[in-house]
């Protein structure tokens, strides 16, 4: 609680480090992440820093890394993650590592390469073998049109851009082309060939069976085969270009069947040849990315420490000798020692003569913010930080947070049952945060299991509310018998649904419940008005105990800022307007429930008699604003709780009232009255000087002029006294005023409590009502034997009524009232943190201590 109470004093070090132990000296630091360096380069253009070619070298050889890793992808190689981090490469292993990924990198681009290309001939086969087969046919249909004209034999011409087939009769009146062409692409290509040729083409085209594989992507294609019938050389041109234009392959055709048959089988020949190499080569191919994959995560965290450092290197800055390099940096004071056991140990791994060291600066900056969290704390500390980063050792909300956050979230979520589920949700990730950590389940997930602590924490508070509601799923248990007894007959609870308990008859009322409420409330008509009073004055109390704490907590702000005097000035006036108004409203809610309530026990009927006559404590607060009497009750001696009550209160109203002007104004008086002092008392110093005559010297006058007050960095008070006055006033002004109207509304905001824990009860009790009870009763009316009990194995209806129903009823209970009514009371509970709270000592200006951290770095990156 020590470490989370306030954030550690931290100290601004200013490092002088040899240039040849620089590298392993940073490096040493980012391994323990125990500093924040300052950028002591500004205004220099990055590419103008003095490692900005080492930066460089990283950024090459993380691209080399990303395409490695590509290949991996592309191959559905699992990389596996490196059993422990590498520690950054020294200057020796940086070449190694160089050379090793550039032999890598070639290595890849050439199987990447040669497997392109084998793929592509392996396509080229496969397509020029479909044509082959297909050209038969077309070629038969081809005769079939133009016997009639005039007899045709075809011979073959070689194009030397596409080796093409032209074939031609003797007249070199007919010709074709055959090849393949992407099937999305044949309408189009079909419209082209007939409007270019007018008609004078007699294209037929089948679509290949087998979908082929594209060489560079890997993704599969579908073509179709073709073959074009034309006449004349102009006409072959055309057809030609049009080919091109639509990325049609053409393929050489031999004219005679004996020809073409020769040529298929060649191909076969040479596809199954292909086949084996292609084959081969995948598994050498694997074999090297298999290897690769086993270091190449090992590689990227090097690369990623190393650019690092370099980074980091840049921020610091050359001596005028250029023999040393200086940097700053952030540092926490119990951590000195390590900062200089790393320089010496950066020193000693390069062997450098002449030793490191780190000299401590004295500064008005604000050190940033640091807070030691653990696995536990963690999840506390981030609901605090994502409002605002607390100012350098000011009070941190955190270490009180972990009570009060899951008090007040039980207080809304108050049920035995759904605590529960919430607590084994909880415990279980965190029993099993081992093996779940890392899982990349989604975001939510990384929020749930971010936070399990909290959600551990909630679910078990929410059980002991649970217990004091008497609560569980809209239920409630009777373990140490009520203290409710009903005096009526068997007739007389048989012929009236409706009977009422007075605590005035003997026998009737035994004590109270030993632990929560009795469970006689549950099925009372009047439990609604009951449980609303009860909790409505149940959040009062919380509200005055957690605004009152968090006012009290402004005094340790005080103390340790050196501000003493705001302790009489700001916090006296507020913890005073506070305690007269609904501090009192507090009181006046407990002393009814002794004077009345308690005495239940000693005297039931003389209870029930006197407790017509106890004041509304609402009736009597407004009456103590008002400034006027409690109306008089018929029958009742005194329509007050105790004897000078009035008195009491009109005393408390006006001196709460007197807090205001004292908050508005005692403070800008007390400033400017202290500004005054050293002036007149330099005024007075001055006259006395003049007197004297020549006889003081200029060396005395000088002495004797006000000297500047010293600004106090760090807490963020010591700005009040450069400020104008105006300003002063004008920001006070807006302080009181803020501080007066947010004590009504604060404590009205923590009604939500109330609200919240009505309407979730409300909402289990109607989901158990309306689905499970009038279901089985629907299911009871169905039934053969109305009158049996729906439970047992005899009755069919009841039995499958009972599984249905109550599956519905679960989804429900943890869909509505687990998840949606539990984000909604998380959700209300980070609100009064926060706004209610936080608001009466936290600041919240500061700004988070980052350290230089390989871990944060590869967290980050891995990301």
């Not at 090849?179 to 040729?197: A, D």
């Not at 994959?293 to 650019?307: G, I, L, S, Y």
């Not at 909790?535 to 005055?544: C, E, L, P, Q, W």
């Not at 302790?567 to 609904?582: A, K, N, R, T, Y």
Request: glycine share 6%; hydrophobic share 45%; net charge neutral.
């Amino acid at each position: 609680m020590g470490a989370m109470f306030r954030s550690e004093e931290m100290a601004l070090c200013q490092l002088f480090i040899q240039p040849e132990a620089a590298y392993s000296s940073v490096s040493t630091l980012g391994e323990m992440g125990i500093a924040q360096f300052r950028d002591m380069n500004p205004r220099v253009n990055p590419f103008m820093r003095k490692f900005v070619s080492e930066v460089r070298r990283c950024d090459e050889l993380e691209r080399k890394l990303r395409f490695i890793e590509e290949e991996l992808k592309k191959d559905d190689v699992k990389v596996p993650e490196p059993v422990q981090q590498p520690n950054a490469p020294n200057p020796r292993e940086i070449i190694d590592l160089e050379a090793h990924l550039e032999k890598t990198e070639t290595e890849m681009l050439e199987l990447s390469q040669n497997g392109v290309n084998l793929r592509s001939n392996f396509k080229e086969l496969k397509e020029m073998t479909y044509v082959l087969e297909k050209a038969q046919t077309f070629m038969d249909e081809g005769c079939d049109l133009f016997t009639a004209a005039t007899p045709f034999v075809f011979q073959q011409e070689e194009s030397d851009s596409n080796r093409a087939l032209i074939g031609a009769d003797e007249r070199g009146r007919l010709g074709f082309i055959a090849g393949v062409i992407p099937r999305e692409k044949v309408n189009g290509f079909e419209r082209m060939l007939w409007r270019v040729s007018r008609g004078n083409v007699f294209l037929r085209q089948a679509e290949i069976d087998q979908p082929l594989e594209d060489p560079a992507t890997g993704q599969q294609i579908r073509k179709n085969a073709f073959v074009a019938f034309f006449q004349g050389e102009q006409l072959k041109s055309r057809l030609k270009k049009i080919c091109t234009g639509y990325h049609a392959s053409l393929y050489t055709c031999p004219s005679s069947l004996s020809e073409r048959e020769a040529v298929i089988k060649e191909l076969r020949v040479r596809v199954e040849d292909l086949n084996v190499v292609l084959s081969q080569t995948m598994d050498h191919r694997q074999r090297v990315l298999a290897a690769v994959a086993k270091q190449v995560r090992t590689w990227a965290v090097m690369v990623r420490k190393m650019k690092a450092i370099y980074h980091t290197l840049n921020m610091f800055n050359m001596d005028v000798t250029n023999k040393c390099l200086i940097g700053e940096c952030w540092v926490p004071r119990s951590e000195l020692n390590r900062v200089r056991g790393a320089l010496e140990a950066g020193g000693k791994s390069v062997g450098s003569t002449i030793d490191s060291f780190v000299n401590i600066l004295i500064t008005n900056d604000t050190p940033p913010t640091f807070i030691r969290t653990n696995k536990f704390t963690q999840g506390f500390q981030t609901l605090i930080d994502s409002y605002a980063v607390g100012a350098y050792r000011e009070v941190n909300p955190a270490a009180f947070t972990v009570i009060t956050f899951p008090f007040l979230f039980s207080v809304m979520f108050g049920d035995l049952g759904h605590g529960i589920i919430v607590a084994l949700f909880g415990a279980y990730m965190c029993f099993f945060e081992k093996s779940l950590t890392g899982k990349k389940w989604g975001e939510i997930w990384d929020i749930f299991f971010g936070g399990r602590y909290i959600i551990l924490l909630m679910g078990i508070f929410s059980i002991y509310s649970g217990i004091l509601y008497n609560d569980i799923f809209s239920l409630s248990f009777n373990i140490f018998g009520s203290g409710w007894h009903t005096q009526y007959n068997m007739s007389t609870l048989d012929n009236n649904p409706k009977l009422t308990l007075s605590a005035a008859e003997d026998g009737v009322y035994s004590g109270p419940y030993f632990m929560g409420l009795d469970p006689a409330w549950q099925t009372a008509e009047n439990k609604i008005i009951f449980l609303n009073s009860f909790k409505m004055k149940f959040s009062v109390i919380v509200a005055i105990i957690h605004m009152t704490f968090g006012i009290c907590l402004s005094v340790c702000n005080f103390v340790h800022m050196k501000n003493k005097m705001n302790i009489l000035l700001d916090f006296l006036p507020q913890v005073m307007f506070l305690m007269f108004f609904f501090g009192y409203l507090g009181f006046l809610i407990i002393l009814k429930f002794f004077l009345y309530e308690s005495n239940l026990q000693r005297d039931p009927a003389e209870t029930a008699v006197s407790s017509r006559c106890a004041p509304s404590v609402l009736i009597s607060f407004i009456n103590m604003v008002l400034l006027s009497e409690n109306p008089e009750v018929v029958g009742c001696s005194s329509p007050y709780l105790f004897a000078g009550q009035h008195g009491l209160q009109t005393a408390f109203v006006l001196i709460a009232l007197l807090c205001i002007p004292v908050l508005l104004l005692a403070k800008p008086l007390y400033i400017y009255m202290k500004r005054r002092k050293p002036a007149l008392r330099a005024t007075k110093s001055n006259g006395h000087a003049t007197q004297a005559g020549p006889r003081a010297s200029s060396g005395d006058a000088e002495a004797l002029q006000p000297q500047p007050q010293q600004s106090q960095g760090g807490g963020g008070h010591g700005h009040e006294e450069d400020e104008p006055f105006s300003e002063i006033m004008v920001h006070q002004a807006i302080h009181t005023v803020e501080y007066v109207l947010s004590t009504v509304s604060h404590t009205a905001s923590y009604l939500r409590l109330w609200a919240l824990s009505l309407a979730h009860a409300q909402l289990s009790d109607v989901l158990w009502t309306m689905i499970f009870r009038r279901v089985i009763k629907i299911a009871t009316s169905m039934s053969t034997q109305p009158d049996s009990n729906t439970l047992t194995l005899g009755n069919l209806y009841g039995g499958i009524a009972v599984y249905i129903v109550f599956t519905v009823w679960v989804f429900f209970t943890v869909a509505v009232l687990v998840l949606m009514e539990g984000l909604s009371a998380f959700l209300h509970t980070l609100r009064l943190h926060w706004v209610e709270f936080m608001s009466k000592f936290y600041m919240g200006t500061g700004y988070a201590f980052e350290p230089f951290s390989f871990k944060r770095i590869t967290v980050d990156n891995a990301e």
